[in-house]
Every structure is written in structure tokens, then in C-alpha cells.
Nanobody, 125 residues
Framework: QVQLVESGGGSVQTGGSLRLSCATS????????LGWFRQAPGKEREGVAS????????FYAASVKGRFTISQDKAKRTVYLQMNDLKSEDTAMYYC??????????????????WGQGTQVTVSS
């Protein structure tokens, strides 16, 4: 079965940094889209960043652009999210998502065919 395992979450102070990792497995070849979503209590799940593996095209939510960077290691089938200058509003459960199907139409973030269990990020003032 397809598996996505996140790691790297934790508690940091405002202005600090964290690097999230998502190791994927259980499928052949490469995923089409790998991405990160987050959900805070009482809020809808929102796309944070995504990368289309073949072309390396990336998308970012306006709220994190310039602070977060998504990257991939194709050989390791791992996607990363480097988060710098963290703010209190970044506090949320962060989920890794993957799309295995190669759709002809693109969306800003992954559709979310597969999901990880999530990793908590807490930023204190």
C-alpha cells in the first residue's frame, strides 16, 4: 500500500525554523504531485506548498511565500518543506499528500489521492 510518513514537526519560537520530511513508498515510478497541507483547529485544510515532480514546478500559499521552500529527492522519494521565520499563525497539523495519477489538467496543489498521518507544528510567541 502507498505510505506517506511525515517527520520533523515540533515546537519552536516565533522566528524559528523547522524542516519537515515526507518519505513515500508503496508505488513504482514517481508521483505526479507531492505537497504539504495544514489544518488548524476550527479552520479548513489548506494547501501550503506543492511540487510537480517531473518538471519541478512549485506552488505556494500566499501566506508562506518567501518563508517556506518545498523540495524533493526523487531517488529517495522524499519531499521536504523548509520553514523559516515561523509565525504563530503557522501553528497547525501539517499533512503530506501525493498524487500518483498523471492528470492532464493541473491544480495549484495536489489533489490529495494519498495522505500521511500528519505532524504537529506549534509556534509560540
Amino acid at each position: 500500500q502507498v505510505q506517506l510518513v511525515e517527520s520533523g514537526g515540533g515546537s519552536v519560537q516565533t522566528g524559528g525554523s523547522l524542516r519537515l520530511s515526507c518519505a513515500t513508498s508503496g508505488y513504482s515510478g514517481n508521483a505526479n504531485c507531492l505537497g504539504w497541507f495544514r489544518q488548524a483547529p476550527g479552520k479548513e485544510r489548506e494547501g501550503v506548498a506543492s511540487i510537480y515532480t517531473r518538471g519541478g514546478y512549485t506552488f505556494y500559499a500566499a501566506s508562506v511565500k518567501g518563508r517556506f521552500t518545498i523540495s524533493q529527492d526523487k531517488a529517495k522519494r522524499t519531499v521536504y518543506l523548509q520553514m523559516n521565520d515561523l509565525k504563530s499563525e503557522d501553528t497547525a497539523m501539517y499533512y503530506c499528500a501525493a498524487d500518483l495519477i498523471y492528470y492532464t489538467d493541473l491544480v495549484a496543489f495536489c489533489r490529495g489521492e494519498e495522505w500521511g498521518q500528519g505532524t504537529q507544528v506549534t509556534v509560540s510567541s
